[in-house]
């Protein structure tokens, strides 16, 4: 289980990560379910960064996987990610900045990063994922 | 202005007095505008209380006094505040344990706990509000 | 019908009452159909007394009587008012404030004002529907 | 901040050089978070005139560039906007027409102008801005 406490160092990671892409931005962990917990954003920040992180990284957890691999599906099938934003109750990101926490194979989480180009923000989110074996 | 470092510190002062409560919780700091800096939910408190932390810290800034002030306003003008929570795009908390951050009585944010009894919940924001001085 | 210039100088006429009253608001003056004419609101006031006015105004205009009078039709026909909250678009206030303005029998338009208490937000109303048949 | 009397003197600056062009239309000036201050219709412009200017305003405010910069962030980040849109409670709008009001380098308000072509519709929101340091 991802505590608070590694969640934040997740995020962390994230921060330093953005810090020398000089990227000003909102990073967000979620537990496997999707729920918040740790989300911080740089004051400096769009005010709706925040928001953004979240979602990215509520996809990432609900889905399994990147945020930017639901592109395809919100292409070909976007009834079903209609009715999965439904059945969700919040509206998933396609773009890149999402993704999933494993450990040993199972998914525990998942983190998202907004701020600056979606593979900016993707390069964020995977060195922060790297970072969770050693929290 | 409060930045997310500073943000995390009184999010960190009220999970420390939530540790002497013994209330497992969730902690959410938002600027003056109600916009996430800093949240941080215990994976062990229920899902939800980060969504309730961040709403009732939402409200404490969008309406610059604490939450549980709303209840009057909820009783009262109901219209009032259903017209203010469409203007506002989010749901307001009239519950007790938001509470509004002020410097030099300049609003700059908001703090909210959400996880205990809604009292519990006030006692932490209020000592988390007053460790902003110290940080 | 009601020009911007009439129902600016309706808006100013409820502006003056409220200055004697020394309530701080919002008013705003809409035509027959419920739609801005002119809306104001003092900077000091609070930032949705500007939505309160205007829906109290188009609360008025929609049904063709103050809105106060909506309060026997929310408690006693909620359904009613439900449906009718739905055709119209908006979200009628029962509160009283919003008052219709008639020109020789005709409709014309309605005055909504917000800030204060309802029976004083009512009194400028009331007076700003007399001043209109002296602009 | 900008007071009423002050927004009232810009939105009068849109509205003469509105006249200039021949066009009938709205007008809306908000504060820094994109609540209403004053807001003029002409009775003869179209019904929705005015909610489409309250948007560019607001739009205008809440971003802090002209509403038609917001058009780069619809075509290819949609799901920002999108979540932006949930989190501010409002739609924003794309069109041009919607410009912000800056003091000192400080965002302190925004103008919306609705009824004309877009770029007619900037023009006199480009004047009333202008206007604003005579004001």
New interface residues.
């Given amino acids: ?4 406490g590694k ?2 160092a997740v995020l962390e990671a994230a921060r330093a990560a953005a810090a020398e892409e000089s990227l000003t931005g ?1 990073f967000a962990v979620v ?1 496997a ?1 999707g ?9 400096t920040a769009a ?2 960064t ?3 992180a ?2 990215k990284a509520r996809t990432a957890a609900r889905f399994g996987r990147p945020s930017v691999e639901l592109a395809h599906l919100a292409e070909h099938f976007s009834d079903v990610l209609a009715i999965a934003t439904d059945e969700a109750g919040f ?1 998933p ?3 890149d900045g999402g993704v999933p926490l494993f450990r040993d194979g199972v998914l525990i989480g998942a983190i998202g990063v ?1 701020g600056g180009a979606p593979e900016a923000d993707r390069r964020c989110a995977d060195r922060a994922a790297a970072a969770l074996a050693r929290v």
């Fill in positions: 289980m991802l505590t608070y969640a934040l909102a537990d379910a729920n918040d917990l740790a989300v911080g954003r740089e004051a005010w709706f925040g928001a953004v979240r979602a509206r990101v396609t773009l907004s």
